[in-house]
């Protein structure tokens, strides 16, 4: 069965940095398009980062863009969120999404507060 399992969210203060990680199994993260999503109180869940299946190829909300990296670790069949220069507009739940077919998982997400 399927699964995604976030981790890595926190309380930080502005202009701190954190590392999500979202760890996969019953399936392979290499085959399948992975994506960090968040969702704020009140708002709608939005795309953050994203990177192809098979390749490396990547795109970022540009609220995040330049500040934010996602990777991937086949061997430990892993997907990351580094985000550097955290603002107190970055809070809110993230979640990890995978999708290839009609293949599409979710995790339980991983709340990230930025806030002195």
């Known amino acids: 069965q399927a699964q995604l399992v976030e981790s890595g969210g926190g309380l930080v203060q502005p202009g701190g940095s954190l590392r999500l990680s979202c760890a996969a199994s019953?399936?392979?993260?290499?085959?399948?398009?992975m994506s960090w999503y968040r969702q704020a109180p009140g708002k709608e869940r939005e795309l953050v980062a994203a990177?192809?299946?098979?390749?490396?190829?990547?795109n970022y909300a540009d609220s995040v863009k330049g500040r934010s990296t996602i990777s991937r670790d086949n061997a430990k069949n892993t997907v990351y969120l580094q985000m550097n220069s955290l603002k107190p507009e970055d809070t809110a739940v993230y979640y990890c999404n995978a999708r290839a077919g009609l293949g599409n998982f979710w995790g339980q997400g991983t709340q990230v507060t930025v806030s002195s």
């Open positions: 990177i192809t299946r098979f390749g490396s190829s990547t």
């Open positions: 019953g399936f392979t993260v290499s085959s399948y398009s």
